[in-house]
Structure formats: structure tokens, C-alpha cells
């Protein structure tokens, strides 16, 4: 017989892993503009009283060079061994996503991490985006089957930067873009009692960052709509 679904009840404590990379240790691959400023603010706003009310020490801010393929998983390890059924844990990501196109092997889905290598941004070296580069299946494995936690809300904001506009077909043809996860790890990093994934693009659209906001569009209007009614407004309707 199936198992009775687990309920969550009221929210206990609170964990967020925030990671923000706009510059890269392979120069091949194209720097961000606002990407780490994204990141900051939206820690800045899950800590505030008013607005998240995440206890400061539960909030671990991953940017550039910290945000490594291996202190990314080091600290979503941290918050899967600490989070309980009743917390809450939010992931946010704001970096490059590599398209499936680029793995030919097995058609996944890459975050690029500040350690990742492509050696050439024009035809970049798969073998040295799999060894080095997070796979989001990884991450959605990490949400599906390692957090305890029924309320865990995945935000991914994966975008190229404004100078780069300019050879935009060069970078969403083969190279790292702004390439969204498919379906089928959206789908999976959804399983599960009150999990949500809210992705900046489809796989075929554009997430683009603005001059004129200081931030990507995707995360301005995020933040916005999180403190317009001083946090309270529940996900659906953000």
C-alpha cells in the first residue's frame, strides 16, 4: 500500500545556500556583471527581520572564488545533515548554465562553478566541463533524496552577461550560456511535500542582466516582489 504522505508542520527554522559567481578561474569563460551583487541581495533579504527572517548564521553565501564545485557541495551536505522535516530550505543559484547540447556523452545540464574549466569559450572542452563543473542533476538529486526538509524552495537564476549581448549566438550555440535545466530536473528537484523550483528561463529562452538595475531582471523583480508585503506573501503568488 502506499505510504501515508508526510505533512509538514508549522516551519521550525530556517536554512538558505545563496551562490553568486561572476567571474570565473578559466578566463575562457565569459564574466558576469551582476551576479554576485544578485546573490548578496538576495542573501541580504532572507536575513532581514522584516523581510526572510533567516537566522544570519544559517545562511551560507557562496560568491566567485569560494563558490567552487566543491564548497557548493559542501554546504548543501552542511544544510541536508542539518535541516529537520519542519524547516525550510531555500538554494538560490545565479551563475552560467551550460546547454545539453554541450555534453554530448549525456545531454546534461551543467552549473558552471568558479572552478570550472571550457578552455575555449568558441568550442569548449567537454571533458574538462564534466570533470569540473557541477551537474544540476547532482543538485536536484541533493534536493530530491538528501534533504529532510518538506518545505525546500530551489531558485535558479542562470544568465550571460550584458557584454557579451553582442556575441550572443556564439555563446548560446555551443559555448556556456544562459542555458536553463530541462523538464526532467525541474521535475526532480520537485518531488517531494512542498518543494518548488522557480527558473529564471525555459532552455530555449534568454535570462539577461540590466545596466540600468544593477542586477539580472530575473532577480530584480524577485527581490521586489519578496518584500513588497515585508515577506509574508507565500511563493505562489511570488
Request: aromatic share 6%; hydrophobic share 40%.
Amino acid at each position: 500500500p502506499a505510504s501515508t504522505p508526510a505533512v509538514a508542520g508549522p516551519v521550525q527554522s530556517k536554512w538558505a545556500l545563496v551562490v553568486g559567481i561572476s567571474r570565473f578561474a578559466d578566463r575562457a569563460v565569459p564574466r558576469l556583471n551582476y551576479t554576485t551583487q544578485d546573490a548578496g541581495a538576495f542573501a541580504a533579504e532572507l536575513k532581514d527581520p522584516n523581510i526572510g527572517r533567516f537566522p544570519p548564521e544559517n545562511v551560507r553565501v557562496l560568491t566567485d572564488d569560494q563558490a567552487t564545485t566543491k564548497n557548493i557541495k559542501e554546504q548543501l551536505n552542511w544544510i541536508a545533515r542539518r535541516a529537520q522535516p519542519n524547516d525550510l530550505v531555500v538554494i538560490y543559484v545565479a551563475t552560467h548554465g551550460s546547454p545539453r547540447t554541450l555534453d554530448s556523452a549525456g545531454g546534461a545540464n551543467y552549473i558552471v562553478t568558479y572552478d570550472t574549466e571550457i578552455k575555449d569559450a568558441n568550442d569548449p572542452d567537454q571533458d574538462a566541463l564534466y570533470a569540473t563543473a557541477l551537474p544540476m542533476v547532482e543538485l536536484a538529486d541533493a534536493v530530491a533524496t538528501r534533504m529532510k526538509a518538506l518545505r525546500t524552495a530551489v531558485i535558479l537564476d542562470t544568465c550571460y552577461s550584458g557584454g557579451a549581448v553582442m556575441n550572443a549566438s556564439k555563446l548560446m550555440g555551443k559555448g556556456v550560456a544562459n542555458a536553463a535545466p530541462g523538464a526532467e530536473t525541474l521535475d526532480r528537484m520537485a518531488e517531494g511535500t512542498g518543494r518548488i523550483v522557480i527558473a529564471a528561463a525555459r532552455s530555449d529562452e534568454e535570462s539577461l542582466e540590466s545596466d540600468q538595475l544593477h542586477h539580472g531582471y530575473f532577480t530584480y523583480y524577485l527581490l521586489q516582489a519578496m518584500k513588497a508585503n515585508h515577506g509574508m506573501d507565500p511563493m505562489s503568488e511570488i
